[in-house]
Nanobody
Framework: QVQVVQSGGGVVQAGGSLRLSCTAS????????MGWYRQAPGKQRELVAA???????NYADSVKGRFTISRANAKNTVYLQMNSLKPEDTAVYYC??????????????WGQGTQVTVSS
């Protein structure tokens, strides 16, 4: 069983910054990738940023140059530093862990979600 716990978020004015944290824990799994998704009201959930164990990253075009995904030395913890926030970044942000189980099956695990609100 894998648990994904995230923290951070809140309310900030446009141009401000916030940082999200996420840790995947449990037993007998390895990480394929960890990342952040967001879902705004009335919209589909979209990828914001992701990182693989190799350190390679990818970002949504809308956040490039403003958001940075990073990890702790323990590769099952990732952060999302969000700078120059815009009102359109307002959404519920979810941490995702794409894991490889001992059965060699892969599975997605999700954090509980955290609200990020950017006021204009």
């Amino acid at each position: 069983q894998v648990q994904v716990v995230q923290s951070g978020g809140g309310v900030v004015q446009a141009g401000g910054s916030l940082r999200l944290s996420c840790t995947a824990s449990g037993s007998a799994f390895s990480i394929n990738a960890m990342g952040w998704y967001r879902q705004a009201p009335g919209k589909q959930r979209e990828l914001v940023a992701a990182m693989r164990p190799s350190g390679s990253t990818n970002y949504a075009d809308s956040v490039k140059g403003r958001f940075t995904i990073s990890r702790a030395n323990a590769k099952n913890t990732v952060y999302l530093q969000m700078n120059s926030l815009k009102p359109e970044d307002t959404a519920v942000y979810y941490c995702n862990a794409d894991v490889l189980l001992p059965t060699l099956a892969t599975r997605d695990y999700w954090g509980q979600g955290t609200q990020v609100t950017v006021s204009s």
